[in-house]
């Protein structure tokens, strides 16, 4: 492996992906070395390709049009903006939001399921290997750009949702090196945004924040929605940081306000007896995209036409034509995404039974304002409060729009309000659509020693499964304990054993212990045993392993073993069994394969 010259940072987006980075030399020289955005070549128009600031994170399969771009000699898929394009004319050719299938416990998502219910006759792909193509093309464009320094020999920082879990990195790791990048390191997204923020220089940031600070990262893109909180601290008299809260995973974003739209649109066709089917309703959701960044990006404008056209003489001929009006953003968006509401108010929970389709877990209420109440409010438990924050920096596209940034505010403001509490200070100064890999590319060089880094370690705490040790009793089922195995928070480049904890596992024969996360959970420690699960434990992906004969056993033996936990330092989590004689030692696998019941 040739030594590396650049650190680099790839927001890895639901919905768009960008690159940047800066010379190791430079970083050396400082805390704050210029960073550089790399334009990534892709597919434009047929035939046709250039290099744009963002990639879409999008993939089509193309039919009979030839591969253009030098490295994709034999590839059936266009990936970036020109998959987006074709995708909005044949949305079951296309691939999209595959990170937050990666993360879907219903699904297998090592199998080709993508695109989701698409014809037989298409070809599909699992969630990883798209995440894997989408890694693999950066890879092509870095290399095309950078010649002898190939990205698989550069220091490189993936970015993640904060609220993703140990199961979930796991993948993105792997999928990585599926895209022959053996060696990259994970960072949470809103985490980037603030080392975004702080890369401006050591005065601006510490002339706007001051010890005990609580600044609240609200990060709403294109698929998902995540909350962090960060604490202001000191330490050896200087300005520390460490982030002290993750919200859950919540799929709710610019994708979820761009298929409100196109409802609107869709119902205002129908009151004029035009028939719409869900494939001109995907048609739609592209067209109100493009309308609402116009309608919110140039304030002279009050109405935006959409057009769609028909599929094929049988169904509608021509094309259709309706509008996308301010007055639909601001009584849709607005009061649909952001409305107000009180500190105490819940999310609305979806409570329906019966037989369901499976799909993407999306948020049951779109209303962003009470997910963010319930987060809050759950920071307040414990010795420590952190519900009332003082700062917040906005990150995600859908905080382009200055109306979405000052309605949050009023909403926050009037919480504070209640609570006897001063108004809530703005933090200014970052690009939206580039913070998070700019964020990834500082993060680079405070591992280099050369800027301050945000401690936190783990933003979830993880729990293994334990079956209470009673009597057996007719048609009762003992309960489950959960045996604490990483405490939230716990820094990374941490290996510990579990003490006095002993399981007999059978060789060839497969253990899966029921594995549970929580985010709100701050005061369990490592290797505490909880009597009672309650809500907030959370299922996750389980653990399994099968124990290999090895020398003087055989298959059904039984073989005693200890756990040991270890937190790479590249952010993800591993659970191994130890063998109480001997030096044998097993890793627990995430088993991503079957669905959580």
């Known amino acids: 492996m040739a030594k590396p010259k650049y650190l680099v940072g790839i927001d890895l987006g639901t919905t768009n992906i960008v690159v940047t980075h800066t010379p190791i030399s430079s970083a050396a020289e400082g805390?704050?070395?210029?960073?550089?955005?790399?334009?990534?070549?892709?597919?434009?128009?047929?035939?046709?390709?250039?290099?744009?600031?963002?990639?879409?994170?999008?993939?089509?399969?193309?039919?009979?049009?030839?591969?253009?771009?030098?490295?994709?000699?034999?590839?059936?898929?266009?990936?970036?903006?020109?998959?987006?394009?074709?995708?909005?004319?044949?949305?079951?050719?296309?691939?999209?939001?595959?990170?937050?299938?990666?993360?879907?416990?219903?699904?297998?998502?090592?199998?080709?399921?993508?695109?989701?219910?698409?014809?037989?006759?298409?070809?599909?792909?699992?969630?990883?290997?798209?995440?894997?193509?989408?890694?693999?093309?950066?890879?092509?464009?870095?290399?095309?750009?950078?010649?002898?320094?190939?990205?698989?020999?550069?220091?490189?920082?993936?970015?993640?949702?904060?609220?993703?879990?140990?199961?979930?990195?796991?993948?993105?790791?792997?999928?990585?090196?599926?895209?022959?990048?053996?060696?990259?390191?994970?960072?949470?997204?809103?985490?980037?945004?603030?080392?975004?923020?702080?890369?401006?220089?050591?005065?601006?940031?510490?002339?706007?924040?001051?010890?005990?600070?609580?600044?609240?990262?609200?990060?709403?893109?294109?698929?998902?929605?995540?909350?962090?909180?960060?604490?202001?601290?000191?330490?050896?008299?200087?300005?520390?940081?460490?982030?002290?809260?993750?919200?859950?995973?919540?799929?709710?974003?610019?994708?979820?306000?761009?298929?409100?739209?196109?409802?609107v649109a869709r119902s205002k066709l129908e009151e004029s007896k035009k028939k719409i089917t869900q494939w001109q309703t995907v048609q739609l959701s592209h067209q109100c995209r493009k309308a609402k960044e116009i309608l919110l990006n140039e304030t002279d404008k009050d109405s935006v036409p959409v057009v769609i056209s028909g599929r094929g003489s049988s169904v509608i001929g021509g094309s259709m034509k309706t509008s996308i009006d301010r007055s639909d953003i601001e009584k849709t968006l607005i009061d649909g995404f952001f409305p107000f509401c009180d500190m105490n108010d819940d999310p609305v929970e979806d409570t329906e039974g019966g037989v369901r389709e499976i799909s993407l877990m999306y948020a049951a209420d779109a209303a962003i304002t009470r997910h963010l109440a319930k987060f809050l409010r759950n920071q307040n438990s414990g010795d420590k409060q952190y519900g009332f924050p003082q700062a917040i920096l906005f990150n995600g596209g859908v905080f382009r729009s200055e109306i979405f940034r000052n309605r949050l505010i009023e909403v926050i403001n009037s919480w504070l309000n209640s609570a006897g509490k001063e108004p809530i200070k703005v933090l200014e100064g970052i690009e939206l659509s580039q913070a998070v890999a700019r964020g990834a590319t500082y993060y680079g060089i405070a591992r280099e020693g050369k800027g301050i880094r945000i401690r936190g370690g783990v933003s979830q705490a993880y729990y293994l499964g334990i079956e209470s040790s009673l009597p057996a009793v007719p048609g009762f089922k003992p309960p489950l304990k959960a045996l604490c195995v990483a405490k939230q928070g716990t820094e990374e480049g941490t290996t510990k054993d579990i003490p006095g904890r002993t399981f007999g596992l059978v060789i060839g024969k497969t253990a899966e212990f029921k594995f549970f996360k929580s985010n709100c959970r701050r005061e369990d420690e490592f290797a505490q045993m909880i009597d009672e699960l309650d809500e907030t434990f959370e299922d996750t992906s389980s653990l399994m392993i099968e124990l290999p004969a090895y020398e003087g056993m055989k298959a059904g033996d039984l073989v005693d073993v200890g756990l040991q936990v270890a937190i790479t330092e590249i952010g993800t989590l591993e659970i191994f069994c130890l063998a109480k004689s001997g030096n044998h030692r097993w890793k627990l696998e995430f088993n991503v394969r079957d669905a959580i019941k």
């Open 31 to 263: 805390a704050h070395p210029e960073i550089s955005l790399m334009p990534l070549v892709q597919e434009l128009a047929k035939g046709a390709i250039e290099k744009l600031e963002v990639m879409p994170s999008f993939i089509f399969e193309r039919l009979k049009e030839k591969p253009v771009l030098e490295w994709d000699d034999e590839s059936k898929f266009i990936i970036g903006e020109y998959a987006r394009e074709r995708g909005a004319d044949v949305p079951d050719r296309l691939i999209s939001s595959a990170k937050s299938w990666l993360c879907n416990t219903r699904i297998d998502r090592t199998q080709p399921v993508l695109p989701w219910n698409s014809p037989e006759e298409n070809t599909r792909v699992s969630p990883l290997t798209a995440m894997s193509m989408f890694l693999r093309h950066v890879r092509h464009a870095w290399n095309q750009e950078f010649g002898k320094d190939k990205l698989e020999d550069q220091k490189v920082v993936v970015t993640i949702p904060a609220s993703f879990d140990a199961a979930a990195r796991d993948l993105i790791v792997e999928a990585a090196r599926m895209a022959e990048l053996p060696d990259v390191t994970l960072l949470e997204e809103p985490q980037a945004a603030f080392y975004s923020w702080i890369s401006q220089g050591d005065k601006p940031w510490r002339q706007q924040v001051k010890k005990s600070d609580v600044v609240l990262v609200v990060d709403v893109g294109g698929g998902t929605t995540d909350f962090s909180l960060i604490e202001i601290s000191e330490a050896e008299g200087d300005l520390a940081l460490e982030r002290v809260a993750v919200g859950n995973h919540i799929l709710l974003g610019g994708d979820n306000m761009d298929l409100t739209l196109a409802y």
